[in-house]
Nanobody, 123 residues
Framework: VQLQASGGGLVQPGGSLRLSCAVS????????MGWYRQAPGEQRELVAA???????NYADSVKGRFTISRDNAKNTVYLQMNSLKPEDTAVYYC??????????????????WGQGTLVTVSS
């Protein structure tokens, strides 16, 4: 199972970016998907998460500015980031919790991470 994140870059304060993360592999079902971020010298933190049914959860620092969504047909999760601030600068990672079936037909629950995409908010 692989996750490919894209959409990071340099943006001025107040600007917007949209991150995408596509999941590929022989999976049966994707459950929760999410975005985390890690700033230099800081621990990785949850930014936003979304269940397979569309329920969402956000860090207090991004509520009202960021929106997480997903396209189940494309196995893709998105993060729309508006009103960006310098403190949003970080490497953003996507993840997905999934179920697949092994060669014996047994269900296997797993979690995979994307490679990270750098978001820099600076004038």
């Amino acid at each position: 199972v692989q996750l490919q994140a894209s959409g990071g870059g340099l943006v001025q304060p107040g600007g917007s970016l949209r991150l995408s993360c596509a999941v590929s592999g022989k999976i049966s079902r994707i459950n929760d998907m999410g975005w985390y971020r890690q700033a230099p010298g800081e621990q990785r933190e949850l930014v936003a998460a979304i269940t397979s049914g569309g329920s969402t959860n956000y860090a207090d620092s991004v509520k009202g500015r960021f929106t997480i969504s997903r396209d189940n047909a494309k196995n893709t999760v998105y993060l729309q980031m508006n009103s960006l601030k310098p403190e949003d600068t970080a490497v953003y990672y996507c993840n997905a919790d999934y179920i697949l079936y092994n060669d014996y037909g047994e269900p296997v629950v797993g979690r995979s991470w994307g490679q990270g995409t750098l978001v820099t908010v600076s004038s």
